[in-house]
């Protein structure tokens, strides 16, 4: 058996949860012994225990998004106690609450292991927040990297934020990957019709207002627009938007083989697993200019990368018009984003981070000259 890892997650839906899952059966196959401590949210699944290999133990404590001074202390308590419980050799912590909480707490319970932090989006990057609550964001991220540990972005616009703006002392690049085997490739249909999409929930972050705003300046008899993941309700009436409700994953990805443009109208972004298995599929995407959009498409090559809604709008326009245009760049967005988003490469990083952390934490803990046990009860750019 190779090392322990413990992962902690508040933020356990969306592309966190389907990073993590990836993440984690990978790893027991491996060889790894691997734990998820997670709290639950609304995007949560129910099934979300099938997801993960048998051999992932779950552990669920509650961590709440916001901050809750009171529930935080909490918090910390309960993670130091399962931290000390379970004896990691690597900690690895997702999203900003978990990376804040989860490095006290690695401090109190588990100061010989290694800490790892993926914040897969950073929080003072938000616009639905007052900016002294940015700014506050900030000085918590910066807090938490004087307590040690490497910070992982996943994408080059957040490490050039971690660098520039907290000062993260450790900080490294592994971007998202897919498994790119398994996205399937832009159908080809013998009809005139142009079928533009986006995917995921309705959300402040994911600015879908944009989109029905465009599908409604630029609706067609020959053009078609699908919010895959959307429901009809969150549309409103009168819309050109076909909605598909929430389907599994695999559904998801089978409709959007069906589309020939994909738009991510965003807000703010880690870097988003949707857009990267649309440039897989070898779809053109349509972007805004946001952290994580912009790692991935190439402007002009395989897709483009807007500062406005009209920007978006006259893009997705081009594209509808000019077949030709689009099926260059979706050839163009295949080659690229299947050579540079391969998981297995991906992965091979992770393993070689966590190896490389053990090792460094059993000489830490080796040369130590003492410590005091602590006894822990068990606590019960901008789009707008």
Not at 139 to 146: G, I, M, N, P, V
Not at 243 to 269: F, H, I, K, N
Not at 336 to 341: G, N, P
Not at 345 to 357: A, E, G, H, I
């Amino acid at each position: 058996m190779k090392s322990k890892i413990v992962h902690v997650a508040e933020a356990f839906g969306g592309g966190v949860l389907s990073f993590l899952v990836d993440l984690c059966n990978r790893s027991v196959a491996a060889g790894y012994d691997v734990v998820v401590v997670y709290s639950e949210r609304d995007e949560t699944p129910e099934n979300v225990r099938e997801l993960f290999d048998p051999a992932v133990r779950l552990i669920r404590i509650p961590m709440h998004r916001a901050i809750r001074p009171l529930q935080d202390v909490v918090g910390v308590f309960r993670l130091t106690y399962c931290l000390r419980s379970e004896r990691p050799d690597v900690i690895h912590l997702h999203s900003s609450k978990a990376g804040a909480l989860g490095r006290v707490a690695a401090r109190l319970g588990a100061r010989h292991a290694r800490v790892i932090y993926s914040p897969h989006g950073l929080s003072f990057l938000r616009t639905d927040v007052p900016r002294w609550q940015q700014w506050l964001y900030l000085t918590f991220e910066r807090l938490a990297d004087s307590l040690g540990g490497t910070v992982v972005a996943c994408s080059l616009g957040e490490l050039d934020e971690l660098r520039r703006r907290v000062r993260v002392r450790n900080a490294r690049l592994i971007e998202n990957g897919v498994e790119t085997e398994h996205v399937p490739k832009r159908r080809l249909r013998d009809d005139n019709r142009t079928i533009v999409g986006m995917m995921g929930r309705a959300s402040y972050q994911k600015n879908h207002e944009w989109f029905l705003a465009v599908a409604n300046r630029l609706a067609q008899p020959d053009v078609e627009f699908v919010w895959i993941g959307g429901e009809a309700v969150e549309a409103g009436r009168g819309t050109a938007v076909r909605c598909t409700g929430w389907v599994p994953r695999s559904a998801a990805l089978a409709a959007m083989a069906d589309l020939d443009l994909y738009v991510q109208t965003s807000r703010w972004e880690g870097m988003p697993l949707a857009v990267i298995e649309a440039q897989v599929a070898g779809i053109p995407a349509i972007v805004t200019n946001v952290i994580g959009n912009r790692d991935i498409v190439v402007h002009g090559k395989t897709g483009f990368i807007a500062s406005s809604l009209d920007e978006v709008a006259e893009y997705v326009s081009r594209l509808i018009h000019d077949p030709a245009l689009r099926e260059s760049m979706g050839v163009a967005a295949t080659r690229i984003a299947t050579a540079r988003f391969r998981v297995e490469s991906k992965f091979r990083q992770w393993t070689s981070l966590y190896d490389d952390s053990v090792s460094y934490a059993a000489v830490s803990e080796s040369s130590a000259i003492g410590h005091v046990d602590l006894e822990i009860l068990p606590g019960s750019g901008e789009i707008r």
